[in-house]
């Protein structure tokens, strides 16, 4: 099955500062990769994927990017502020027909004002 | 966005009983929903995916007989905890995906402590 490793657990910036977190994945045949960032005791919350016909994304400060051949894929964050503080997960999904989510480790992101 | 709704938030039981959990997608149908169980500091962890009108498929090690799931409707799947003791005591979230694409949307998560 799929496995999705992420690195670092955890991440202390400085506000303002850009953050990046790195995701590899392990089925070739995943192609859905979505980004959650999740608040103490809350939901996840989706805040961007990227299917794998595609190399990058951007939404505002966020952005994602898929290396296809090397299997990863890395969430950037510029500008960071106070708010971005959480836990942020990645996942994959849709190898093999498999909807399912397969989540990273999570990585604890904490901005220092 | 879609809304992925849960019940309860939260709940204490006693070892021994069963606890059902219900995930509502109350916006939008769902033929398919999955179920997540979350360890404090740990990752979110596939436990089965709820298939409406069929049975439900269950991850390695996770054991169909002490978790059983419904998937009652378009819009319903519940999961019961039977039996449930202490190493049950976790953080359980299910997931809707919305009209059929692989973006899914997280119900807010039931709260289960086993005294």
């Known amino acids: 099955g799929e496995n999705v490793e992420q690195h670092p657990s955890t991440l202390s910036v400085q506000e303002g500062d850009s953050a990046v977190i790195k995701c590899t994945y392990s089925?070739?045949?995943?192609?859905?990769f979505p980004w959650y960032k999740q608040e103490l005791g809350k939901r996840p919350q989706l805040i961007i994927d990227?299917?794998?016909?595609?190399g990058e994304k951007k939404d505002q400060r966020i952005a994602v990017t898929l290396n296809k051949t090397a299997k990863h894929f890395s969430l950037h964050i510029t500008e960071t502020q106070p708010e971005d503080s959480a836990v942020y997960f990645c996942?994959?999904?849709?190898?093999?027909?498999?909807?399912?989510?397969?989540f990273g480790s999570g990585t604890r992101l904490q901005v220092q004002p | 966005g879609a809304v992925v709704s849960q019940h309860p938030s939260w709940v204490i039981c006693k070892s021994g009983t069963s606890v059902k959990i219900e995930c509502r997608s109350l916006?939008?149908?769902?033929?398919?929903m999955f179920w997540y169980r979350q360890f404090p500091k740990q990752s979110l962890m596939l436990m089965a995916t709820?298939?409406?009108?069929?049975?439900?498929?269950?991850e390695q090690g996770v054991e169909k007989d002490k978790f059983l799931i419904n998937h009652a409707s378009l819009t319903l799947s519940t999961l019961t905890v039977t039996s449930a003791h202490p190493e049950d005591s976790s953080f359980y979230i299910c997931?809707?995906?919305?009209?059929?694409?692989?973006?899914?949307?997280f119900g807010p998560g039931t709260r289960l402590l086993v005294l």
């Open positions: 997931s809707a995906p919305w009209a059929g694409a692989e973006t899914q949307y």
């Open positions: 089925d070739s045949a995943s192609n859905y």
């Open positions: 990227i299917r794998s016909n595609v």
């Open positions: 996942a994959a999904s849709g190898g093999t027909g498999r909807r399912a989510l397969t």
């Open positions: 916006d939008f149908q769902a033929t398919t």
């Open positions: 709820s298939n409406e009108g069929s049975k439900a498929t269950y």
